[in-house]
């Protein structure tokens, strides 16, 4: 595991390399969904600490037994977001990438302000626009970045996307890294196991990458 993890933090490293970046400027998020707390052990003995999971009840299952073991452990939700789930998400993550409809803002605002608790945001992209997943339209993002900000009183740090699986993700990437800017947030989570490489070259602060850590998952028929 430990070899596994430095494999992906040399391959993030060389290409910073090639765009004049720092390693250390990229956050490498473990994603460890459908993987048990045993699965786990490993990446956290090696001393990685931070992890990405799909599911909120999945990861109650899991992380605060984890946690009671080490203190240290930042916890990142990539997967899409329920408003009836937000008080669960807001009490156990740290990072919310899914922010990416009004009334997920609104319960999230108001979690918030009731747990004293301040995780940090990304907004959700669709930058491919498809139909089946998550994420605001990009024609949309800004616009709802300042809501976020104005109305509800959030704190959002940066932009999520998840490019089609069948098209070249850098015109997706340099459209996130795009909105972005003109929205005036610095963070960018994008880039997966078999793309985030090219997500560090357009500016990648965070990837997400499972597989190339923990290996195939075995998802249920």
């Not at 977001?81 to 009334?103: C, G």
């Not at 940090?120 to 976020?148: D, Y």
Request: charged fraction near 25%.
């Amino acid at each position: 595991m430990r070899e596994q993890i430095n494999q992906v933090l040399n391959a993030i490293d060389q290409a910073c390399g090639k765009v004049e970046r720092r390693g250390e400027d990229v956050t490498l998020i473990a994603v460890s969904k459908t993987f048990d707390a045993d699965a786990i052990r490993p990446a956290l003995e090696a001393g990685h600490r931070v992890f990405g999971e799909n599911r909120v009840q999945e990861s109650q299952g899991k992380w605060p037994g984890l946690r009671e073991q080490i203190s240290d452990i930042e916890l990142h939700l990539i997967g899409p977001l329920q408003s009836n789930k937000a008080a669960d998400a807001v009490a156990l993550f740290d990072v919310i990438h899914t922010v990416d409809r009004e009334k997920i803002a609104k319960a999230l605002a108001s979690e918030i302000s009731k747990q004293g608790k301040t995780p940090r945001l990304f907004v959700q992209v669709n930058t491919g626009e498809e139909p089946q997943k998550a994420g605001i339209a990009p024609k949309e993002a800004v616009t709802f970045v300042e809501r976020c900000r104005e109305v509800h009183g959030l704190e959002i740090e940066g932009l999520m996307c998840i490019p089609p699986a069948d098209e070249n993700p850098g015109p997706h990437f340099e459209l996130l890294r795009k909105l972005a800017k003109q929205a005036g947030v610095d963070g960018l989570s994008m880039g997966m196991s078999g793309d985030y490489e090219t997500a560090v070259q357009f500016g990648a602060t965070h990837v997400r990458v499972g597989s190339a850590i923990f290996g195939a998952r075995d998802y249920p028929v």
